[in-house]
Nanobody, 123 residues
């Protein structure tokens, strides 16, 4: 499985960004997907996850109500819409794929990873 994340950038506090993660190499619709982020000097942290069908979604408390994860299985792509961004959202965001249709909140639940995309939120 190959995953390619994109859509990061520099945005002012209160602004929005949409990240995309394009997948190839296996049946995308059968895989749960997750987004994680890692700030400088910090450990990687769970952000959001979505089941293979898209019927089940879960968010970290820190982003709930501001971020929306979605997927388009016809395009083999998962998205992370980020609204009301805060400086503390600054991090490298990475997408990850699981081996089955479910998902977890730990990085160890995901064997497939894309490269990260930098999100910087200025105050």
């Amino acid at each position: 499985v190959q995953l390619q994340a994109s859509g990061g950038g520099l945005v002012q506090a209160g602004g929005s960004l949409r990240l995309s993660c394009a997948a190839s190499g296996r049946t995308f619709s059968s895989a749960g997907m997750g987004w994680f982020r890692q700030a400088p000097g910090m450990e990687r942290r769970f952000v959001a996850a979505i089941s293979g069908s898209g019927s089940s979604i879960y968010y970290a408390a820190s982003v709930r109500g501001r971020f929306t994860i979605s997927r388009d299985n016809a395009k083999n792509t998962v998205y992370l819409r980020m609204n009301s961004l805060k400086p503390e959202d600054t991090a490298i965001y990475s997408c990850a794929g699981s081996r089955n249709s479910g998902y977890g909140t730990s990085a160890t639940d995901y064997p497939y990873w894309g490269q990260g995309t930098q999100v910087t939120v200025s105050s």
